[in-house]
């Protein structure tokens, strides 16, 4: 156990997946007796739903240091800003240093837990802790498609979405496509009706929606881990098998589809690969991660952290 409540900060990175992911490390100091302070833009908008974490805005290098004085270590991605007094600095601890690229993000935060504080069995899970309200997989047919992602190149083309919606609909799927409400009004001309578009206003309403649908499907983004981190299928689209490796969503059951080519060279590799990962490719794979989620013992509803029978 840590000593007399000892206090640390957490410094967020900049997506949500970035964030999503960090909150392993904060949920294992929690339980080993530190108190934990992340601080975090993206997380804010999620802060009912991690209860046991104190979660503040943003901090940044033009924000006062006075904010991170009270702590006695500062753990982030990167090293402290060049402008930090030498105080911070000194208490100031890069996690990445020493990251194992063989390893998910999510358990490079295990072995950061065990290797700076000796934390002997750290958990994976990020200590989500859903809204009562809210119903686990209550709309089990419904399928969420997140077609956009922090950059274009890791897009899956928007008509091989419509095609794959089309698809899943046939079987008896309900698709159901979501983007921020920033990104609603571009986005909506493209549909022109064919299928429902949601955008929303804050992370808070888009992971009560995605918490009650039985399914996820997206690009390489924040979407795939936050839907993952609350145990929902996912199905991750990735344009590289390296990449996929590191940064995959790795909560709960995942399927992460790449293409069967692993293109060579950053500028081919950027136009190619969604050529390459057809509708039929994308189709298999859900449809492997519907047939996991039937086997008993296959899910964990993060309410309760609790395995439950599978319902497709």
């Avoid at 009912?48 to 940044?60: L, N």
């Avoid at 956009?148 to 008509?159: G, I, Q, V």
């Avoid at 899943?168 to 571009?186: C, K, P």
Wanted: net charge neutral; proline share 7%.
């Amino acid at each position: 156990m840590a000593g007399e409540k000892e206090n640390i900060a957490i410094i967020g990175g900049v997506g949500l997946g970035d964030n999503l992911v960090q909150m392993v490390l904060a949920r294992n100091l929690t339980d080993a007796g530190y108190d934990v302070t992340v601080f975090s833009n993206v997380l804010k908008q999620l802060e009912t739903w991690f209860p046991r974490c104190g979660i503040k805005p943003g901090w940044a290098e033009n924000e006062p240091e006075a904010e991170l004085e009270p702590f006695s270590k500062i753990l982030s991605s990167g090293g402290p800003p060049d402008s930090l007094s030498s105080n911070l600095t000194a208490k100031w601890f890069s996690y990445e240093d020493g990251f194992d690229n063989r390893q998910t993000m999510v358990q490079q935060m295990t072995s950061v837990a065990q290797r700076l504080f000796s934390i002997p069995s750290p958990t994976a899970e990020a200590g989500i802790q859903p809204p009562p309200t809210l119903q686990w997989r209550r709309y089990n047919k419904r399928v969420v498609l997140h077609p956009t992602s922090a950059e274009h190149s890791k897009n899956w083309p928007l008509d091989k979405f419509f095609l794959l919606a089309e698809k899943l609909n046939h079987r008896g799927f309900e698709a159901v496509f979501i983007v921020s409400r920033s990104e609603l009004e571009a986005w909506t001309p493209q549909f022109d009706g064919r299928f429902p578009i949601i955008g929303f206003p804050n992370l808070d309403e888009c992971a009560a929606f995605v918490y009650e649908s039985g399914f996820f499907i997206g690009n390489d983004s924040g979407g795939g881990h936050l839907a993952a981190c609350l145990h929902i299928p996912t199905l991750s689209i990735h344009g590289r098998k390296g990449k996929s490796r590191l940064w995959r969503p790795d909560w709960g059951l995942v399927e992460v589809v790449t293409p069967p080519v692993n293109l060579i060279g950053s500028r081919l590799r950027q136009s190619c690969w969604k050529i390459f990962l057809t509708v039929g490719c994308v189709e298999r794979a859900f449809q492997r991660l519907v047939q996991k989620s039937l086997e008993p013992g296959a899910m964990v509803n993060p309410a309760i952290g609790e395995t439950v029978s599978g319902r497709g």
